[in-house]
């Protein structure tokens, strides 16, 4: 990760922090990707139930770039955190023509889990972390917004629990 708080950034606000991870399409290896959704979550102080959203999106995100991937090939996913949220881009070469399938149950828990998720074919020159190449690609992009909660939600939400111990 970078420095966030940089001479470009205005005075106490935060640029987005970008992180680049690169693993093999491996069952045994793409639990890692799902720890880093998860830690970096709760970095950002997503609410519990957000943390375990991302996890099982990242995880859903995976396993479906990883059917469609090239053999032997990696997995690449940016991360990039920002004062809304959490964005994350997922990728894996694949043969031409090759696309991410989005009618299955694994699509539609995707949809259920995070704000935004958009997939499709590309090439390595568009994609984020890309090498530049014309190799075709097959990529699902993630967006979980960060909830902020001030005292007023509070107060207006139906069942909010407001108490505060003395």
Known sequence: MVDTTGADAPT????????ELKVPTSPTQLPAVRAMAGD???RMDFDLDAVEDLRLAVDEACATLASVALRD?????????????????AWVPTSPGV???RDGFGWAVLEALVDTVESGPSDQATVTAGNGSDTPVAGIALVKKLRRYTTADL?????????VAR
């Open 12 to 19: 106490g606000e935060r640029r987005a922090e970008r992180l």
């Open 40 to 42: 970096l979550a709760m």
């Open 73 to 89: 090939s990696p997995l690449t996913v940016v991360f990039e955190a920002s004062r809304d949220g959490l964005r994350i881009d």
């Open 99 to 101: 696309d991410v399938p």
């Open 155 to 163: 107060l207006t939400e139906p069942g909010a629990d407001v108490s």
